[in-house]
C-alpha cells in the first residue's frame, strides 16, 4: 500500500471521528432536552375576601410621637399644654396647693382610665315625646314647634289634630313642605278642619296616620288615638274606644282625640256629642290621660282620677280672650316607669 493510499486511509478515519463525535453531542443534547427540569412554583390564588380587624383593635400610628407627654408638675407650675384641640378662654386658673401628707406620688405620667357610664340594675326606663295640636294656619310657628321638639329629646310626636284649615289639596302640599325634614315618627288624629267635606283622604294621604284611629304601645304605655272629626265621638268610635282599651295589659293608657269632653277654662268649645259616654268609659277602661287639642291654648285638669289636658296651640289663632294659658306651646311629656311628667315648652 502507498503512502497517498495511507494518507487517504488517515484522514478518512479523521473524519469518521469527528462524525461520530458531532453525532454524539446531538444525541447527547436531545436526551438533556427530554429529561424533565425543575417544576415551576405553583401561583398562590388572591384572596377572594379581605378579613376586617377585630372590634377592639386599635389603628397603630402612622408616625411616632415627636415629643413626649408633659409629667405632671407637682410644684403646679404651668406646663405647654400638648397638640390637640383649644382649650376654652374661659377655663379657671387653679392654684396651686402643697401635696397631701402620704406616700410619694409616682412621677411618671399615669395611665388614665376611661370613666364607663354603668346603669345600675333595677334601673327605670324613660320615655320621653311631644304632644302639640291646630297647627293650621300658621306654618312659620309650627317650623319653630318642630324645631324645638327635634332639639328637645323626645322620641315622637303625637298631634292631636286640625293640621290644616280646610283639607284642600293646595293646604296639605304646604303641609307636607312644612314637614319636611322632621325625621321623627309623627302620630296625628284627624280634627274638624282635616276633613273636606267631612271626607279624611287627604288627611290618610298626607298625614301618616294608617286610619282614622288606631293605636300602639311604647314603653309601659297604651296609646290610643281616637277620631272625633265630625264633631266628637259617634257610637261606633266608643265601641272601638272599650275593644282597644280593654285588651291592653299596658299599665299606662292614654287617650288622644281633637275635641275636649269639656274646657276646664268653662268655655263650650268642645265635644258637640258623646261627653258623657266618653268619660264614663275612660273611668270603666281605668284610662289614666286624655289628650285633646281644639281650644286653641293651653288647659289641665283632672275628673274622676284622669286628667285631661288641652293643647291647641301649635300656630292656629290663640283663644286669648278666654283662657289665660293662650300661648304657643307645646308639651313635653316624660314617662320614667310608671310616673309621668307633662312639661308645657312655650315657643
Sequence with gaps: MSKKSRKRSTSETVMIIMSAFLVGTMVLSGILVALPGPAAPTATPWPTWTPLPPPSATPLPTEPPTTEPPRPTPTGEATEPPVGPELPTDTPTLEATEPPIGPELPTDTPTVTPTLTVTPT???????????????????VYRRVLEAITFGGCEFLIHTGDLVNQG??????????????FALPFYPV????????????????????????????QGPVHFTLADSHHGGITAAEQTWLREDLSVTGQPIKMVFLHHPPFDPDGTDHIMAF???????LMVEQDVDYVFAGHIHAFAQEERDGVLYTITGGAGAPLYAQDHPQAFHHYLRVTVLGEEVTIEVIEV
Excluded at 123 to 134: E, W, Y
Excluded at 274 to 280: Q, S
Design 190 to 217: 284627624p280634627g274638624n278642619h282635616d276633613g273636606l267635606d267631612g271626607e279624611l283622604d287627604g288627611f290618610l294621604a298626607y298625614s301618616g296616620a294608617p286610619a282614622p284611629h288606631y293605636s300602639f304601645d
Design 274 to 280: 258623646g261627653n258623657e259616654p266618653f268619660m264614663a
Design 122 to 140: 333595677g334601673a327605670l326606663p324613660q320615655l320621653i315625646f311631644a304632644v302639640c295640636g291646630d297647627s293650621r294656619d300658621n306654618p312659620r
Design 168 to 181: 284642600t289639596e293646595a293646604q296639605w302640599q304646604e303641609f307636607k313642605e312644612t314637614m319636611a325634614g
